[in-house]
C-alpha cells in the first residue's frame, strides 16, 4: 500500500500506451524522480523494483517508485499491451509497507487549527493489485491519452480531472486475495462518518453500513488514525463547528444540532476539549479580529 500526501492533489505529467512483442521488455529506470503507474490489459509485464518481483497480467496494476530501481526481469512472452501514467506527489508519499500511516488531525497541545487553512489528509492506492474494475480503468486511461479537439490549456485539465477520478477508482475498487487491511476498513470507515457526521451515527449504524463487527472497526481505526469512531466523528463535527462560528451569527445550540451533536452541553464539553476554548471564546477571538 502507498500513502499519497494532500493538498495539493497527485499531478499527472505523461500518459501513454504500449504494445509489446514477445521478447520485448519493459526500460531499465533507476530513481527517475517520478511515479510509475502501469496498467495491463494485455499479456504479462514481468517487473522488478529493487528487491521485488511483479507478474503484472492482464486486469492488474502496479505502481513503480520514483526513488527505487526498476527493470524488467524477463522479456514478454507473449503479446503485452499496458498503459503507463507517470504523476508526481509534490507534497510527499510513503510506502505503507514500511511505515505506518500518518494520522491527520492531531494537534499539538494548545495548538489551535485555523479554519480557513484547508485540512492535509491522505490518498492511499495499492501498488500492486488485482483491479475489479478493468473496463472502468481502461476507459479512463483512453481518455487521458486521447487528442481532443480542445485547445491544450483545456486539455490538460480535463487530464488532470481524469487523472484524480483514476486515482479515485484505484483507491477504492482494487480486488484482493487477502482479507480487507485495517488501514481499508479505517478508510471506510471514515467516510462514512465524514458523509454522516451531522445525522446521529451509531456503532451498530456503521458496523451495518461496512458489514463487519463494529469492535473490529473500532480496531481498524484506532490502528490506523489513532483514535476511535466516536473521537473521529467528534473531530469532523468540531471542524465544521469552527467553521460555522466565525462565518455565521447562529446560536451555540444551532450550530450544534447542525453539526450532529444531540445535546448542546455535550457539544461545549467536546469543543473545549479539543480545542482548549469554549465556543463563544473561540468565535470571539475571530470576530475581535475582523472588527
Given at each position: 500500500?502507498?500513502?499519497?500526501?494532500?493538498?495539493?492533489?497527485?499531478?499527472?505529467?505523461?500518459?501513454?500506451?504500449?504494445?509489446?512483442?514477445?521478447?520485448?521488455?519493459?526500460?531499465?529506470?533507476?530513481?527517475?524522480?517520478?511515479?510509475?503507474?502501469?496498467?495491463?490489459?494485455?499479456?504479462?509485464?514481468?517487473?522488478?523494483?529493487?528487491?521485488?518481483?511483479?507478474?503484472?497480467?492482464?486486469?492488474?496494476?502496479?505502481?513503480?517508485?520514483?526513488?527505487?530501481?526498476?527493470?524488467?526481469?524477463?522479456?514478454?512472452?507473449?503479446?503485452?499491451?499496458?498503459?503507463?501514467?507517470?504523476?508526481?506527489?509534490?507534497?510527499?508519499?510513503?510506502?505503507?509497507?514500511?511505515?505506518?500511516?500518518?494520522?491527520?488531525?492531531?494537534?499539538?497541545?494548545?495548538?489551535?487549527?485555523?479554519?480557513?487553512?484547508?485540512?492535509?489528509?491522505?490518498?492511499?492506492?495499492?501498488?500492486?493489485?488485482?483491479?475489479?474494475?478493468?473496463?472502468?480503468?481502461?476507459?479512463?486511461?483512453?481518455?487521458?491519452?486521447?487528442?481532443?479537439?480542445?485547445?491544450?490549456?483545456?486539455?490538460?485539465?480535463?487530464?488532470?480531472?481524469?487523472?484524480?477520478?483514476?486515482?479515485?477508482?484505484?483507491?477504492?475498487?482494487?480486488?484482493?486475495?487477502?482479507?480487507?487491511?485495517?488501514?481499508?476498513?479505517?478508510?471506510?470507515?471514515?467516510?462514512?462518518?465524514?458523509?454522516?457526521?451531522?445525522?446521529?451515527?451509531?456503532?451498530?449504524?456503521?458496523?451495518?453500513?461496512?458489514?463487519?463487527?463494529?469492535?473490529?472497526i473500532a480496531r481498524c481505526m484506532i490502528q490506523a488514525f489513532g483514535c476511535t469512531p466516536i473521537e473521529y466523528i467528534n473531530k469532523i463535527r468540531i471542524d465544521q463547528a469552527k467553521i460555522?462560528?466565525?462565518?455565521?451569527?447562529?446560536?451555540?445550540?444551532?450550530?450544534?444540532?447542525?453539526?450532529?451533536?444531540?445535546?448542546?452541553?455535550?457539544?461545549?464539553?467536546?469543543?473545549?476539549?479539543?480545542?482548549?476554548?469554549?465556543?463563544?471564546?473561540?468565535?470571539?477571538?475571530?470576530?475581535?479580529?475582523?472588527?
Amino acid at each position: 500500500m502507498l500513502q499519497l500526501f494532500a493538498p495539493p492533489l497527485p499531478t499527472l505529467l505523461a500518459a501513454g500506451q504500449n504494445t509489446f512483442d514477445i521478447g520485448q521488455s519493459h526500460i531499465n529506470r533507476c530513481k527517475i524522480g517520478v511515479f510509475d503507474l502501469l496498467v495491463v490489459t494485455k499479456g504479462t509485464l514481468h517487473m522488478g523494483e529493487d528487491d521485488r518481483q511483479f507478474q503484472v497480467s492482464r486486469g492488474e496494476t502496479l505502481i513503480l517508485y520514483p526513488d527505487r530501481h526498476h527493470f524488467s526481469i524477463s522479456p514478454c512472452d507473449q503479446i503485452t499491451h499496458f498503459f503507463w501514467i507517470h504523476f508526481t506527489a509534490s507534497k510527499g508519499w510513503q510506502d505503507l509497507t514500511t511505515s505506518k500511516p500518518c494520522q491527520y488531525g492531531e494537534k499539538a497541545t494548545g495548538e489551535r487549527r485555523n479554519v480557513f487553512v484547508e485540512n492535509p489528509f491522505g490518498i492511499t492506492l495499492p501498488q500492486y493489485c488485482k483491479l475489479s474494475n478493468l473496463e472502468t480503468i481502461e476507459q479512463l486511461c483512453l481518455k487521458i491519452i486521447s487528442s481532443e479537439h480542445e485547445s491544450f490549456h483545456t486539455r490538460e485539465w480535463q487530464r488532470q480531472i481524469l487523472f484524480q477520478q483514476l486515482l479515485q477508482e484505484l483507491s477504492t475498487h482494487m480486488k484482493s486475495a487477502n482479507p480487507m487491511p485495517a488501514l481499508a476498513v479505517a478508510e471506510k470507515a471514515a467516510f462514512y462518518l465524514r458523509k454522516n457526521y451531522a445525522q446521529k451515527v451509531t456503532y451498530e449504524d456503521l458496523g451495518h453500513a461496512l458489514r463487519f463487527h463494529p469492535n473490529h472497526i473500532a480496531r481498524c481505526m484506532i490502528q490506523a488514525f489513532g483514535c476511535t469512531p466516536i473521537e473521529y466523528i467528534n473531530k469532523i463535527r468540531i471542524d465544521q463547528a469552527k467553521i460555522l462560528l466565525v462565518s455565521t451569527d447562529w446560536s451555540t445550540d444551532r450550530i450544534s444540532e447542525a453539526c450532529g451533536f444531540t445535546q448542546s452541553a455535550y457539544f461545549s464539553r467536546v469543543f473545549k476539549k479539543l480545542e482548549k476554548l469554549s465556543p463563544s471564546q473561540f468565535r470571539k477571538q475571530y470576530v475581535g479580529n475582523i472588527l
